[in-house]
């Protein structure tokens, strides 16, 4: 495994090893050899979820699944634009120079979208653990409601990262084209308010701590945007050419 792999592999164990939800899979051990890292943990038995299955009243039941969680840990934090997107450089070692290039190009584009006064701007809001990978693919539903798995890109984030995630995966899977150029379109349009989740007003009425994020949803929709951009370049191989033609559809998109 790479670089990337180890820090993935860590981070789900330390998630799991925290129990900051109960409803997860049992840690059993973790261990490092030769810059490889493993770790193990209890299988679960459930039923796996479909996108068709992923009507409001489940989205809803899942995200009230992790709201304690996301309650407990929340925390006030300043961000600035720029600042957010320097906390995922620790990737650029592991991208060539053009990738990097081309995605700090996009940095420089949602800023503009995000305030005028582009990467310097200065917003409050409301953060917290988040699961960081909220697909259908990473729930299982049991006789007791739903067991979460796969936390490598858990981090202290805006929980609206998850439910954007969830809402929009759905959206993919349920369309023939299950890519990810339609992927980015529908986060795109998302942005461009073309159309709205009435389950994420469920989640500020259930959540109110939450509230104040929701008036800086224009800026948190690009910031997730930027963040999906990133960790789906994972899945490219290290050369491939696809990444950029991918980042630039989206730049100009915008």
């Known amino acids: 495994l790479n670089g990337l792999g180890n820090i993935a592999i860590k981070r789900n164990y330390s998630f799991l090893v925290s129990h900051l939800l109960e409803a997860t899979p049992q ?35 899942i995200v009230t699944a992790l709201s304690g969680m996301y309650r407990v840990n929340s925390q006030e934090r300043t961000c600035i634009v720029r600042d957010f997107f320097s906390t995922y450089e620790y990737f650029f070692p592991y991208f060539h120079a053009e990738l990097i290039s081309s995605l700090k190009k996009l940095g420089d584009s949602l800023a503009q979208k995000i305030h005028p006064s582009a990467g310097e701007w ?26 979460f798995l796969d936390f490598d890109r858990s ?12 809402l929009i995966d759905r959206q993919t899977y349920r369309n023939a084209q299950k890519t990810y150029k339609h992927f980015f379109s529908l986060i795109l349009d998302f942005c461009a308010g ?48 696809k990444p950029i033609t991918l980042i630039k559809d989206v730049n100009d998109a915008l």
Not at 35 to 60: F, H, Q
Not at 123 to 137: A, E, N, W
Not at 155 to 166: A, G, Y
Not at 212 to 234: D, P, W
């Open 194 to 241: 073309v159309y709205t989740f009435p389950e994420i007003d469920t989640f500020y009425a259930q959540n109110p701590r939450f509230e104040k994020n929701e008036k800086l949803q224009n800026a948190i929709k690009y910031l997730f945007l930027y963040r999906m951009i990133v960790l789906i370049l994972q899945s490219f191989p290290s050369r491939s050419k």
């Open 155 to 166: 981090e202290v984030s805006f929980p609206e990262f998850d439910i954007f995630l969830l």
């Open 27 to 61: 840690p059993l051990g973790l261990w490092e050899s030769n810059n490889a890292c493993m770790s193990a943990e209890r299988l679960i038995e459930g039923n796996p979820l479909t996108a068709e299955k992923l009507d409001r009243d489940v989205i809803n039941e």
């Open 122 to 147: 200065r917003f409050s809001g409301c953060v917290t653990r988040i699961h960081g990978d909220l697909t259908f693919r990473n729930i299982l539903s049991t006789s007791e409601g739903f067991c």
